[in-house]
């Protein structure tokens, strides 16, 4: 049938609707369904087709060439809450999105962390710039999310629950903040020499 290669450019434009309309994920099954209206969360059960996921406009008729998600991303790795790793599946090369409108546009990567200690008993924060610089741009988050200063933002977990810094993203289009904690709480808290 049709290899992962072939369908490329198709998947990342299905990854990138998914990661760039916002959508919330499935905290629970609806009707037996996770892939509800908008909710493609990508976890278990049966796949909402496209034109019946309540993003796509059905009675267009490019609806109908779209690659259902359930093809396109089935084989992707999971983390282990069973959600779908983008980054793995960026750096394994299985999606290739286009950088800009034009596809001209080159991405700009810089790598390096900040950790976040003002975690309670959790394990610190890893906070990774080359992941994130891999999807988006300096401007997505600086100034207006976070102030780039390391220290520089109040940011706690109920702000973040809440929607607002780590949360504008995490829990609408990257993996949510309710889950897979030990994603983001990455850094035991006896780690020396961190700065
Ligand atoms: C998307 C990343 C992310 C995920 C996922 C995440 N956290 Fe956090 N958490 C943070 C950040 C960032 C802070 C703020 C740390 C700071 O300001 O130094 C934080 C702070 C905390 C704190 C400190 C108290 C507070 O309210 O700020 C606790 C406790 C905590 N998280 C628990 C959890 C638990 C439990 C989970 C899983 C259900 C979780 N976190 C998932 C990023 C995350
Ligand atoms: C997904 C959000 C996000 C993106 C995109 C992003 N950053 Fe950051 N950046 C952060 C966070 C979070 C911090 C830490 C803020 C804090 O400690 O309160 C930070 C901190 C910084 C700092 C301060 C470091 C220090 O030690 O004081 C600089 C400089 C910075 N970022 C530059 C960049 C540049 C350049 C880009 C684009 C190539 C970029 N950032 C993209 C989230 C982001
Ligand atoms: C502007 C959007 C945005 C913001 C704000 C944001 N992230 Fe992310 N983050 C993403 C995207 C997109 C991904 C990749 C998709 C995914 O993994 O679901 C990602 C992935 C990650 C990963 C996975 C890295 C890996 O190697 O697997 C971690 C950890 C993470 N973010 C932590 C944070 C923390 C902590 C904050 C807040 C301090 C934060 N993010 C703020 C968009 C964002």
Redesign the pocket.
Known sequence: MFGVKRFKGLVAIVASVLLLSGIGYAQEKKNGEFWNAGEHYQLDGKAVPVDADGIHDPSNDAVKVLQEPADAMQGFPRDNSGVIDWVKVLDDGLIDPRKGLHGEDQMHTVDFDVI???????P??R?PHRQHTEWLTCVNCHPKIFLPQK?G????????MQGN???VC??KV????????????SVARDTVGLR
Do not use: L, Q
């Open positions: 976040f200690k003002n975690t309670g008993s959790m610190f924060v906070y220290g933002n109040p940011v706690t977990m109920s702000g973040i810094y780590c949360g995490h829990g990257a993996f949510p903040p309710t889950k897979n904690c030990g994603r983001c709480h």
